[in-house]
């Protein structure tokens, strides 16, 4: 079974810009989770989504959002990128939304904001 | 707010001997989830181990194991038989249980470097 895709893999903007990431799960996981890391603040909760719906928001500024498609793959944008912005975006998926569940995780997308 | 603290930002071991990871976390719920997770140079976050808080007896997984603390909030992992492989970043995490989600909470994560 294939594992959690994130693409693309590297991604290079410049400060006002937007992006879109995207997540594909595990075949059959519904729920996915989308983290931000950097070296400042380490590893933070962005969203989480189950079956199209948002569940969960992490303190983020409006600038960033995401959503989840039918087929359980998901984005997530960010609008007006700032050098803050530049981190290892990583996503996971699971089986369902609650707590047990593994939560299988990505290669991630590095973004880098220039 | 839960909180997870890891204190040692690096620790290195010799190969085949045994090292231990320590993690703190506050919360005043009373049944969570806790895991550690590590994350090679390949930057992939992978499960190492997995401790339910209403679980008295600590988690073991190979040559892993966690010494947990309930009371005093304390989640160490420890590696036996070290290889060259298990260099990487550690994580550790917390999950609620009483609330629907799976929201995971890490630490600052350790490095840990083994020696050949």
């Known amino acids: 079974k294939a594992g959690v895709t994130q693409t693309p893999r590297y991604l290079i903007k410049t400060r006002g810009q937007q992006v879109t990431l995207s997540c594909s799960p595990i075949?059959?996981?519904?729920?996915v989770s989308w983290y931000q890391q950097t070296p400042g603040q380490g590893l933070q909760f962005l969203f989480e989504?189950?079956?199209?719906?948002?569940?969960n928001k992490g303190n983020f500024p409006g600038r960033f959002s995401g959503r989840q498609f039918s087929n359980s793959r998901s984005e997530m944008n960010v609008s007006t990128l700032e050098l803050g912005d530049s981190a290892l975006y990583l996503c996971?998926?699971?089986?369902?939304?609650?707590?047990?569940?593994?939560?299988?995780f990505g290669p991630g997308t590095r973004l880098t904001v220039l | 707010a839960q909180t997870v603290t890891q204190s040692q930002p690096e620790m290195s071991v010799q190969e085949a001997e045994t090292v231990t990871l320590s993690c703190t976390y506050d919360t005043s719920e009373s049944d969570y989830y806790l895991f550690w997770y590590k994350q090679p140079p390949s930057r992939q976050m992978i499960l190492v181990i997995r401790?339910?808080?209403?679980?008295?007896q600590n988690a073991t997984e190979n040559r892993f194991s966690v010494n947990f603390q309930k009371a005093a909030k304390s989640f160490s992992l420890k590696i036996s038989d070290s290889q060259l492989g298990d260099a990487a970043m550690y994580f550790c995490a917390y999950r609620s249980r009483d609330s629907n989600t799976g929201k995971l909470i890490f630490g600052q994560g350790t490095t840990l470097q083994v020696k050949p």
């Open positions: 075949s059959g996981h519904r729920s």
């Open positions: 401790q339910e808080a209403y679980k008295q």
């Open positions: 996971a998926s699971s089986l369902l939304a609650t707590t047990y569940n593994e939560q299988f």
């Open positions: 989504y189950f079956s199209e719906t948002q569940r």
